[in-house]
């Protein structure tokens, strides 16, 4: 059930006096009481809907309030539809990797980057690698230059504890 829906009253459910009223087509019929609304709508075989509570007198229209319903789903639906979900694909990396393995992750991220998500290059460093961040900054700025056609990172590499991190979006 959609939120627009919860929160519109129809029928018996209002518990007002007076209401404006408002006819299907969206014209005014003037400040009329409760029972005289539902009268109205219940002749022409609709509903009424308190459209605007919180205006004084709360207004209320007639209207097929099951139409409204599914119109409102629908626009929802497509709205959903519309969506593009970027994900986060992860890609981890050491500072002693060799070439070859550095060009088949490489060719990894750039599949990842082609579909449209982001990359997250994590860099790890284990014991006395992290006496040499340099040589992980190299192969972290190598790494980036084979995607560099496809991808670019949002903001420089930076350390997070024992790892270096990068994140690659998707060129445009």
């Not at 299907?24 to 019929?29: I, P």
């Not at 599914?70 to 970027?86: I, L, N, S």
């Not at 050491?94 to 082609?114: C, E, H, M, V, W």
């Amino acid at each position: 059930m959609s939120s627009i829906s919860k929160q519109i009253l129809i029928n018996e459910e209002i518990k007002v006096k007076e209401v404006r009223l408002l006819s299907e087509t969206g014209e005014q019929l003037g400040i009329v009481s409760i029972n005289r609304a539902l009268e109205a709508a219940s002749a022409k075989n609709l509903d009424l809907a308190m459209i605007s509570p919180n205006a004084e007198p709360p207004v209320c229209k007639i209207m097929d309030y099951g139409k409204f319903r599914y119109e409102q789903a629908r626009k929802e639906k497509d709205a959903k539809k519309k969506q593009k979900v970027v994900s986060v694909k992860e890609i981890r990396l050491r500072p002693g990797i060799g070439d070859n393995d550095l060009k088949t992750k490489s060719n990894q991220a750039i599949k990842f980057l082609q579909k449209g998500d982001k990359v997250k290059v994590e860099l790890r460093f284990r014991g006395r690698e992290l006496g040499h961040k340099d040589i992980g900054k190299e192969v972290m700025m190598r790494f980036i230059e084979l995607v560099n056609e496809f991808g670019e990172p949002n903001k420089a590499p930076k350390f997070e504890g024992n790892n270096m991190v990068a994140i690659i979006d998707p060129k445009k």
